[in-house]
């Protein structure tokens, strides 16, 4: 379960093609920074529930 | 020489420099420990705990060429540059998995450095010496790197100069740097880590606020950078790849170097140093949940590189884009404020780097080659020695050596690097490998992934592997795979040495749940 939460953000960041566009926008930025910039603390959360999920 | 100084921004400059000058000296004192044993003056006496790891790496990982270089990258090429995200997505899954285990198994045996564990675990001194110098070399050029960081904001400044009167201010930082490093070891850097990410973010956010209010927003910055980038492609008549977005091509080496690059950082001597300072595992998982902080100032800090183009900045060398885009956008002091983030920023790892190497040195070269009877008081002096040795080699490679061979030479550090990751990485959880198949491996990755980087006319971070693939991969994660097949296959044949001072219990270390 640990490898697992922390394998998918790692995948979700190489899915490159998947968000390599301009469109939809949120705040003006396109969805190529705006997807990576919010995967950063997305993925900050994943590694908190494996985290969470050991010392358990 | 210093007739265009732009005084306000200067002052505030040397006022900050002066500020963690004293602190350098005065960390010798701080959670004090015998300094004349290695682990106390280089790493400082693993009694850093979540929040010192938390400012230590973070300072020592994001560099001062860092915030230069990559919105420079972005500046000059759009989206690309971006890699820089996605690589430090995946540095902490990893370093939360991993680190705690080689922490853990380092903590019981008294290692320093990724050599000390090599040897440790293998029984193989040379390959541990292939890890030491592999460290060395690939961190050299990263130094000088940190200096050419530091020399744009001094120049910005508005100090010029010819010869080597040029390189006068950085040479005076150089050696204050060296003499605190010298008399505090690793508490000087950690210390100063502290004012040194407190103005980045200070900067980062005022710049992620400010400027856009200034430049109509950011729909409106990345519209202009995205015009420009166009007009760029188009003038050089669609040969140069930039854009918002990457290119089709540009896809696999975009993921390619992200996942290269992330399984290179941490095996760094420097990154080694912050990670084993750590006062236990569970500081390193704390500290792979709160790192990405600083992964989001990167993300931002890329922006800037748009923020340029947006308010027409024009540099014939993009690494001036973010000095120039403060000098525009911002009153004078606080340029300063933010040059000497940036300076200070160039401080940390450099130190960080010098350390490490000489920890690396002493022990996987002097200590297993030269006089294996050193004493610990000899072992700590020696390391200071190396320390000084160090940052004077980087200062010179800086002056004789054009800026474009520092930053090839670390772009090759990185696909070097990399290439003792299998028997790292992979030696904290099987035992299937061995010295000698591990060492095979390292010299063929490490030929292999040069002559693929070795371009006609400028070193090449990635290809197609002599044609094998339909499309372009990083070099270093090219190799390295290859390294890791050839030791796979040769381990059962190869046995070398079979003593292994390390037991499965070595390497849990003990958890306290939060």
């Known amino acids: 379960m640990k490898y697992v939460l922390l394998l998918i953000p790692c995948v979700l960041a190489l899915c490159t093609p998947l968000y390599n566009g301009i469109d939809p926008r949120l705040a003006g930025f396109p969805l190529f920074y705006w997807s990576l910039l919010l995967l950063v603390p997305v993925s900050a959360l994943f590694i908190l529930a494996a985290y969470k999920g050991e010392a358990r | ?86 690589y430090t997505i995946l540095i902490y899954p990893l370093l939360f998995v991993a680190f705690p285990r080689l922490w853990a198994v380092a903590h019981r045996h008294e290692y320093i450095t990724a050599g000390d564990f090599i040897l440790g675990r293998y029984g193989d001194k ?61 508490r000087a850097p950690a210390m100063i880590a502290f004012v040194k990410d407190t103005m980045i973010y200070i900067f980062v956010i005022a710049a992620v606020v400010y400027i856009p209010s200034q430049l109509g927003g950011y729909g409106a910055i990345f519209d202009a950078a995205g015009a420009a980038l166009d007009k760029k492609v188009a003038a050089s008549g669609g040969k140069i790849a930039a854009g918002l977005i990457l290119k089709p ?7 390619t170097l992200a996942i290269g690059s992330a399984m290179a950082l941490f095996l760094y001597p420097h990154s080694m140093t912050g990670i084993l300072a750590a006062s236990s595992g569970n500081a390193i998982r704390r500290n792979a949940i709160a790192l990405p902080a600083y992964s989001l100032v990167l993300g931002l800090i890329a922006l800037m590189g748009y923020m340029a183009h947006a308010a027409g900045i024009q540099v014939a060398n993009p690494q001036d884009a973010v000095p120039q885009l403060f000098l525009k956008m911002f009153p004078s002091w606080f340029a300063g404020f933010t040059f000497a983030a940036i300076a200070i920023g160039a401080l940390v790892p450099a130190a960080v780097m010098s350390i490490g190497a000489a920890n690396t040195f002493t022990r996987n070269f002097w200590k297993a ?28 490679i800086l002056f004789v050596m054009p800026t474009q061979f520092a930053i090839d030479l670390q772009l090759l550090g990185g696909v070097w690097m990399i290439q003792i990751f299998p028997a790292l990485i992979f030696g904290l959880y099987t035992r299937w490998f061995t010295g000698p198949a591990l060492l095979i491996g390292w010299a063929v990755g490490t030929i292999l992934g040069t002559w693929l980087s070795w371009g006609a006319t400028a070193w090449t971070p990635a290809s197609n592997f002599f044609g094998w693939l339909s499309f372009n991969s990083y070099n270093g994660l090219s190799s390295v795979i290859v390294n890791i097949i050839i030791a796979a296959i040769l381990s059962p044949v190869l046995r070398g040495s079979t003593s292994d001072q390390t037991t499965e219990a070595d390497y849990q270390d003990r958890r306290v749940p939060a």
């Open chain 2, 249 to 255: 091509a540009q896809v696999t080496p975009f993921i």
């Open chain 2, 369 to 396: 080659f030269v006089n294996p009877n050193l004493t610990p008081a000899s072992e700590a002096g020696l390391a200071k020695i190396v320390s000084l040795i160090v940052k004077v080699g980087a200062l010179l």
């Open chain 2, 126 to 186: 040379w390959l541990a010496l292939a890890v030491c110098a592999t460290g060395i070399v690939a961190t050299m050029p990263y130094i000088a790197l940190q200096l050419v960081g530091m020399e744009r904001v001094i120049q910005a400044l508005g100090f010029q100069g010819t010869g080597i009167a040029s390189h006068l201010p950085l040479t005076i930082a150089f050696v204050i740097l060296a003499l605190y490093t010298y008399s505090s070891g690793l």
């Open chain 2, 1 to 86: 020489m210093i007739e265009n100084l732009n005084w306000p921004a200067t002052l505030v400059f040397v006022f900050f420099f002066a500020v963690v000058t004293v602190m350098g000296f005065m960390a010798a004192r701080w959670k004090s420990g015998p300094l004349d044993v290695l682990h106390e003056w280089g790493l400082g006496g693993r009694r850093f705990g979540a929040w010192i790891t938390w400012f230590l790496l973070g300072g020592d990982l994001y560099t001062a060429y860092t915030v230069i270089a990559v919105p420079a990258l972005v500046y000059a090429i759009g989206a690309y540059g971006f890699f820089a995200v996605p």
